[in-house]
């Protein structure tokens, strides 16, 4: 059973940075598809941003130019660097991962979640 873990949520003043992390323990040993999504109150949680297990990027059009995704120096680990954050960004940040998801934009198709840290962006 895979378990993910995230860190570094907290507050922000708008224009500031954050940089949250999440690793993943436990599973197979493989290499895992990781991606961020966020849900803020009383919306659908949506995509932020995935890295495939062959190091190919995506992210949400709110996130590019943005947010940067990349893989930790442990095995099974990511971070998202948020820059120029802004009031709307505000929201519970999910860790995902999976092995092969079949849609890498959508959350069903991941099987393992943490349980979330929360981003507070101040305007």
């Known amino acids: 059973q895979v378990q993910l873990s995230e860190s570094g949520g907290g507050l922000a003043q708008a224009g500031g940075s954050l940089r949250l992390s999440c690793a993943a323990s436990g599973g197979t040993g493989g290499r895992y598809a990781m991606a961020w999504f966020r849900q803020a109150s009383g919306k659908e949680r949506d995509f932020v941003a995935a890295i495939r297990e062959d190091g190919r990027i995506y992210y949400a059009p709110s996130a590019k130019g943005r947010f940067t995704i990349s893989r930790g120096d442990a095995r099974n680990t990511v971070v998202l660097q948020m820059n120029s954050l802004k009031a709307e960004d505000t929201a519970v940040y999910y860790c995902?991962?999976?092995?092969?998801?079949?849609?890498?934009?959508?959350?069903?198709?991941?099987?393992?979640w943490g349980p979330g840290t929360q981003v507070t962006v101040s305007s």
């Open positions: 995902a991962a999976d092995e092969r998801p079949y849609e890498f934009y959508t959350d069903r198709f991941y099987d393992y």
